[in-house]
C-alpha cells in the first residue's frame, strides 16, 4: 500500500512541482499518473523511494511513514526506471539549445537568440528554463529541449520541400 496525504513538493525559486497531493494504491493494484509534461507525474513517483524529499505531508508505505525509513533500505523494496536524453548537464538549457551553432562558429548573441527563438516553438519559456541546468527539468522538458537542440543549426529544408525544380 502506498498512501500520500497532502504531499506538496517545492522547489527553492518557487516552483510548486506536485501541489496537496493526496492517493492511496492498495497492493496489487496498477496505476498510471497521465498528465502534461512538468505537471509533476516523475516528482511523485522520486518522492515514494525518496529520491525526492517533500516540503510537506507524510508518503506512508504499507503503513509506515517513509521519511522515517532509511532510503537505501527503501529502496532495495521499490523498482524504478529513469528516464534519460543525454543533454550536456553541466550546461544550461540556452547553452545546451545553442551547442551547434556555437561549434559552427555564430556569434554568442546570435546562437542565444537561435536558442531562445526554438526553446520558445518547444513550448520552454526560454526566460523561465533558459538559465536552467537540465536536472532542474522534468523529463518530458528535457526531451523538448533535446528537440530543440537538434533543431537549431538551421537544417537545409528537406529535399523537395520549397524546391521549385520538384514535383
Ligand atoms: N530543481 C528544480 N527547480 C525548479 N523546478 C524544478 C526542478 N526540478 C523539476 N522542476 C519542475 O517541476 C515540475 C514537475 O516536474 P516533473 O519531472 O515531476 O514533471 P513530469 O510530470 O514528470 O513531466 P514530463 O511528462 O515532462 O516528464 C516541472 O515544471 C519542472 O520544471
Ligand atoms: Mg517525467
Known amino acids: 500500500m502506498i498512501r500520500f496525504e497532502q504531499v506538496t513538493k517545492r522547489y527553492p525559486d518557487g516552483t510548486t512541482a506536485v501541489d ?10 496498477l496505476v498510471t499518473l497521465v498528465g502534461p509534461s512538468g505537471c509533476g ?14 516540503t510537506s505531508g507524510p508518503i506512508l508505505v504499507d503503513g509506515e511513514d517513509i521519511a522515517a525509513v532509511d532510503p537505501v533500505k527503501l529502496r532495495h523494496r521499490i523498482g524504478y526506471v529513469i528516464q534519460q536524453v543525454g543533454l550536456f548537464p553541466h550546461r544550461t538549457v540556452l547553452d545546451n539549445t545553442a551547442t551547434v551553432p556555437t561549434l559552427v562558429g555564430w556569434k554568442k548573441a546570435k546562437a542565444g537568440a537561435r536558442a531562445a527563438e526554438l526553446l520558445d516553438l518547444v513550448g520552454l519559456d526560454p526566460k523561465t528554463f533558459g538559465s536552467r541546468y537540465p536536472d532542474q527539468l522534468s523529463g518530458g522538458q528535457r526531451q523538448r529541449v533535446g528537440v530543440a537542440r537538434a533543431l537549431a543549426a538551421d537544417p537545409p529544408p528537406a529535399f523537395g520541400r520549397g524546391d521549385p525544380q520538384c514535383c
Open 20 to 29: 496537496g497531493l493526496s492517493f492511496e494504491v492498495s497492493e496489487g493494484e
Open 41 to 54: 507525474k516523475t516528482t511523485t513517483m522520486m518522492m515514494v523511494n525518496r529520491l525526492i524529499e517533500p
